[in-house]
């Protein structure tokens, strides 16, 4: 039985949007996490990751294949949603701790400033356990007084972006998979599709309608196929460089 077909991955076929471009801009998230710094808004952008937005797809006149676009975009989405808050969990660490000097992703520098501000009163390390990594704080109490210092509110920040960081790279992975199983199954049925979109049609100016909503359903598939290669070549980036750290720190 077919699952519910999600609405908002629709476009409405009534208005006169309906040919507008699928990946449509998002508005500015204004509910993303702050700094105790009050750091800038992080970038969303990445030098390989241009194009961003929400995948929306049109009917095509079939329940079946109305329903295999319907989850595609709703998993690309969601995908999508993950990478940017991985990013923006990555650029609020490096602009808290000063390493935001480029565009990249890289979490190395970040964790040797922490060290730098912080390593005298607190023993630093960053460990992982399969797709989950993590910064580990233990406080160093003074061997005189035997007093264990508290964890500052910046070093709590960066223990929290951490955890995001890797809560995401580790979903963004998980949706990529599933997601470039339902992409190559559109892509190799392309030709199948396009005889029940013909054999559903009523009419032959539906079945134009259709056959057009078909192929800008195809054309956005490739575009979200290359987009979620993208995001999780770099979630994958970001794990490994983890796991190079966390094994230094061995």
Known sequence: MLRLLCCCCFSDENSNEE????????????DGPGSARQIPPA??????????????????????????FSDMAETFN???????????????????YGCNHDESLALAECVGKIREEHGNKHRISLQIKGYDFSLNVVSVGSMEEMEVE???????LARDELKGTSESAKAIISKGTSLQEMIGWLLRSKDHMAEQVKGAAGT???????????????????????????????????????????????
């Open 78 to 96: 969601e995908q999508q949603q993950r990478y940017e808050t991985m990013v923006r969990h990555i650029r609020n660490l490096r602009q808290t």
């Open 204 to 250: 032959y100016q539906e079945e134009r309608r259709l056959t057009e909503n078909l192929e800008e359903n195809l054309k956005e598939v490739r575009r979200a196929k290359e987009l979620s290669l993208e995001y999780k070549q770099q979630a994958g980036g970001v794990l490994t460089e983890a796991a190079q750290i966390a094994g230094a720190d061995l």
């Open 43 to 68: 970038h969303n952008n990445t030098p390989s990751v241009k194009r961003t937005g929400r995948l929306v797809v049109r009917r095509v006149g079939v329940s079946e294949l109305d329903q295999r």
């Open 150 to 156: 508290p964890v500052p509110p910046h070093l709590c």
């Open 19 to 30: 040919r507008q471009p699928l990946l449509q801009p998002r508005p500015p998230d204004l």
